[in-house]
């Protein structure tokens, strides 16, 4: 190999990455040359050069240029340190490159613990992919409240990026309610007219794919977070099992926006004016009043689930089994 100065190291160096950024195949440089300019240029301060000679050498194409161009041979501990020098650096793929190499338990590198540490970097630095699986994983494992809502918050993160897999998890939180939106909501302006509460919880049952009894219950102040609705514990329900809480997405923004005007309105009795609701029992007789005056279809209004669904919404590995196509589809792709 001859004597290189660090101008044409840099010089190769900058002509592999323009390589990569402009998706040509070649880069029409002996690999060795290649290897050795780009592992003089990463000894720096040169984070490209790092994350490009870390994925070379891990096995991990870079744009349309095969491993093979950048480096002679594989050498995955030696990649994936460089690819860790890159991720601290400011190349945030790099963490979700870590993940995958740690998390196969093929790869000479396999360790789960250190796979779920990459993982939640990736995740904490806005990439989609790994928002996704960190929160399929955090709610397959769930077994209480507060690990349903980290999980939940990190499915709303990547869907809210535009992934479809991290959506459909979400949905499969959210019992179906039958009927068309349009017909629902034109019942509910009609009842806002008279009973202005009890629009806002046929609203945010609708939205939420509430029972009559979450629906009538629900305390919409207490119960909003960022990505969507925390329903209970259920005071009415001496079940401790079946009263539990539930954490509930919200599918799209209209939902978090009837939620946020929810929590506003309930929260005047908060500051002592008065919503005039009452107590359940008086909650379900003004529900049975509106129903009869207004031939209000509750089956488009609240979900006849069983205990067992509900449930199975609440802890992870039940969840799991029923959404497990979906999950497994998240994971893997």
Known sequence: MPSLDDETSELVAQAVLLAEQTNSPSVGIDAKLVEHCLEMRSGGTN?????????????????????????????????????????????????????????????????????????????????????????????????????????????????????????????????????????AWSVIEEVRLTEPSLA???????????????????????????????????PFISQARLAAARAIPALCDDALTDLRRGAAFFDQDRQGESTGEGDLRRRSLRLRRASERHHLDETMFFSTATSTTLDSLRHGPKWAFRAKESLRLALSA
């Open 47 to 183: 984070q490209d050069a790092a994350y490009l000679l870390g994925r070379a050498l891990c096995g991990i194409a870079c744009g349309s240029l095969d491993p093979a161009q950048i480096a002679e041979g594989s050498n995955v501990r030696k990649g994936t340190a460089l690819l860790l020098r890159a991720a601290d650096g400011g190349h945030h793929d790099a963490w979700l490159h870590l993940y995958r190499l740690h998390a196969d338990h093929r790869s000479s590198v396999s360790n789960p613990q250190m796979a779920r540490y990459f993982l939640e970097k990736a995740a904490a630095n806005g990439t989609a992919e790994a928002q996704r699986k960190l929160g399929a994983l955090l709610l397959r494992e769930s077994d209480s409240l507060s690990h349903s809502e980290e999980a939940i918050h990190w499915l709303h993160r990547a869907a809210r990026q535009g992934d479809q897999l991290a959506k459909q998890l979400l949905e499969s939180l959210v019992l179906p309610l039958p009927g068309s939106d349009d017909d």
């Open 200 to 234: 806002i919880r046929l609203q945010l049952s609708r939205r939420f794919g509430l029972t009559k009894l979450e629906a009538l219950c629900v305390d919409p102040c207490r119960g909003l977070r960022p990505w969507g609705l925390v329903v209970g514990p259920n």
